[in-house]
Nanobody
Framework: QVQLIESGGGLVQPGDSLRLSCEIS???????????LGWFRESPGKEREFGGA????????YYGDLVNGRFTISRDLAALTSNMRKHSLGTGDTAVYYC???????????????????WGEGTKVTGYS
């Protein structure tokens, strides 16, 4: 069974950068082929928001509206890890950040959380001034 583990969260000051990682385990080659990894965040009092996604084999990257050029997503095939680097952080970025895996045959990815079947437990980022 595919498992995801996020890491890299913590306290950040305005303007800081941070790299979040998502390690994948338990996925066969057959499962990885149509897989896309999505990055979401859940801020206090808000619904889960789509940050971006990366297709596992092709490496195509798609960003959500909340990114505004401040997030960079990548993946390392050999290490079975996806990273999301965030720049110019502020208190508005306080959230629990999740990575999620989904299987997509007809489209490359989805921005809807419901389309991802495996989720990590999240890593918390707290911005303070």
């Amino acid at each position: 069974q595919v498992q995801l583990i996020e890491s890299g969260g913590g306290l950040v000051q305005p303007g800081d950068s941070l790299r979040l990682s998502c390690e994948i385990s338990g996925a066969s080659e057959r499962e990885l082929r149509p897989m896309a990894l999505g990055w979401f965040r859940e801020s206090p009092g808000k619904e889960r928001e789509f940050g971006g996604a990366i297709t596992w084999i092709g490496g195509e990257i798609y960003y959500g509206d909340l990114v505004n050029g401040r997030f960079t997503i990548s993946r390392d095939l050999a290490a079975l890890t996806s990273n999301m680097r965030k720049h110019s952080l502020g208190t508005g970025d306080t959230a629990v950040y999740y990575c999620a895996a989904g299987t997509f045959w007809r489209s490359a990815y989805s921005s809807a959380a419901k389309d991802y079947t495996q989720w990590g437990e999240g890593t918390k980022v707290t911005g303070y001034s």
